[in-house]
């Protein structure tokens, strides 16, 4: 298995602008993550899905935040407008169930100028 | 006060000491995780704890559930252990993650 696939890496944008962030699950993991890493405020939890269901948000900033899990096999999220607090490596991790660990993808590193 | 707190916030060794990184947390948990993030900022599940000591090779995982503390060990610790290693609790009920703020870890050779 090619792992938790993120896309892009990097991604440099101004403000305004909308971004999407991609990320790929391994095939079979029901539960979804996305986490946001700041030197700031460290890792946080933005929204996980479990089978493709949102089942807690609490962490999306504002409304210029979205997630979607259309399917078992794509998540994106969506940040617009984007502002240069934004800026911030984004993670999407995946796992078989609260038993097992997580396996993370490689991030996202999004710089908004 | 951070739900999750660990310490030290940096360390650096020689090659081939033991090192112990702590971790405190201050909400009642399903589980405990360890976390590691190599300069690359790519990140590696460690171990999973709800209860006792877990072991992987030269890495050693405890935890004390009603002293709500949890420690990573490295025996024999090499440079490529070089990394921050992150602890992160899921409360009951939830699959959110709480983390710590992580521990920079330097081996020196």
Redesign the interface.
Known sequence: DAGVIQSPRHEVTEMGQEVTLRCKPISGHDYLFWYRQTMMRGLELLIYFNNNVPIDDSGMPEDRFSAKMPNASFSTLKIQPSEPRDSAVYFCASSRNSRVGYTFGSGTRLTVV | KNEVEQSPQNLTAQEGEFITINCSYSVGI??L?WLQQHPG?????L??LSSGKKKHGRLIATINIQEKHSSLHITASHPRDSAVY?C?V?QGG?????????TKLTVNP
């Open positions: 399903s589980a995780h900022g790519g990140i590696v599940s171990f999973m992150i992160a899921r939830s699959e959110k993650l709480v983390f710590g703020k992580g």
